[in-house]
């Protein structure tokens, strides 16, 4: 039985105060740092989307000046999906229920019902911070007074020399600490991709390793392998031609990774996995291609959907849901450098899973 099974989770302290269960403590160190919550594209002016981050209902809005707001989708009055109304010309939320209106801000502005215009200060909801980035709109949900951690850099992706190609969103009933050590796992490429870029021939992998740049955030490692063209013919065994290349990760932990050259050379690609509950996460993706590759985007979203397709499969499948970060509940190999870098920074980030 493995020694996960044994664990217990405490949940009161010895003078019977309740102690943080691991899933809460995720969700509460989680919210310092910015997540993608849609694509920029997916909230089109005059539009609300209903958005799920770190297990709260979200309402996400622009208006038709382009203002971005995010607020509970939690109407202060009877407690109605905001989501469910609309955005006013005047740039309110307006709730379909009764009417009630909400600036930006989360502040009532509008109560049809009333004969007077004297809102009460507690008829409001709260609102995030908001942001938009290479194609993408990010959400912080850290308080008023809280400093939020930095944001990713992402360079390329608002750079003319690229194109960005944005993929569809994955919803994965797994933590996003599991997608993102799989998207990071070269072990696993020869094995579970041998049908796309995996090359079944060369299992072993080479010696990496893996530096904590200076930002006290990013792990960086480039691993070199044979990867196979997936687009090429296999031969009369089966194989397909192999080319020597490198894959250069740059893990902004806790949620991004940057993976340089897996997509051809000059390629950038980015995941963000981003918890909608301690245990679920929804991946948005895109990669920028040097525009002179005359990139076929339609594909390449083929072929990336083909290499998702197994990874899913495993990560949902994995047991415990929540990473270990006692790095003797699972095994590691020399070759897992950098799930045994990630789990270690984890921890040192507070997490306790
Ligand atoms: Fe929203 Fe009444 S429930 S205005
Ligand atoms: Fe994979």
């Known amino acids: ?58 309402v996400l809005g622009r208006t038709l000046d382009g203002e971005l707001t995010l607020l509970d989708d939690l109407c202060a009055h009877r407690g109605v999906r905001l989501s469910m109304g609309a955005l006013t010309s005047g740039g309110c939320v307006r709730c379909p229920y009764h009417g009630w209106e909400y600036d930006l801000d989360g502040r009532c502005t509008a109560i049809p019902q009333l004969d007077h215009d004297r809102i009460p200060a507690t008829a409001r909801v709260t609102s995030y911070r908001v942001a938009e980035q290479a194609g993408m709109v990010w959400a912080c949900l850290v308080g008023e007074d809280e400093q939020p951690a930095p944001p990713p850099e992402l360079t390329e992706a608002d750079d003319a020399g690229f194109d960005l190609f944005v993929g569809e969103p994955l919803d994965w009933a797994c933590s996003s600490f599991r997608e993102i050590e799989n998207f990071c796992d070269v072990a696993h490429f020869s094995i579970l991709h041998a049908d796309t870029f995996g090359n079944g021939r060369e299992p072993v992998i080479a010696p990496y390793e893996v530096t904590l740049l200076d930002d006290g955030r990013t792990l960086s490692f480039d691993a070199a392998y044979p990867a196979c063209d997936p687009f090429a013919e296999p031969d009369a065994e089966g194989h397909r031609p192999s080319f020597p290349s490198v894959f250069g990760y740059r893990v902004l932990a806790p949620f ?70 006692d790095l003797t509940e699972e095994l590691h190999l020399p070759f897992d450098r950098f799930a045994v870098a990630y789990r270690r920074l984890l921890g040192e980030m507070g997490y306790r899973l």
Do not use: N
């Open 256 to 325: 991004t990774v940057r993976l340089e050259g897996a997509a051809g050379p000059g390629t950038v690609m980015w995941i963000h996995s981003t918890p909608t509950s301690a245990r679920t996460c929804r991946v948005f993706w895109d990669t920028a291609f040097p525009v002179e590759a005359r990139t076929d985007f339609a594909a390449y979203a083929e072929f990336e959907e083909k290499v998702w397709g197994p990874d899913r499969a495993m990560v949902e499948g994995q047991r415990p849901e929540l990473l270990p970060l």
């Open 1 to 58: 039985m493995p020694k996960h099974a044994f664990r217990t989770v405490p949940w009161v302290h010895d003078d019977d105060t309740p102690v943080e269960t691991p899933d809460q403590a995720f969700l509460r160190i989680s919210r310092r740092f910015w997540h993608v919550v849609a694509r920029s594209g997916d909230v089109v002016p005059g539009g609300l989307v209903p958005v799920t981050l770190l297990d709260e209902q979200l």
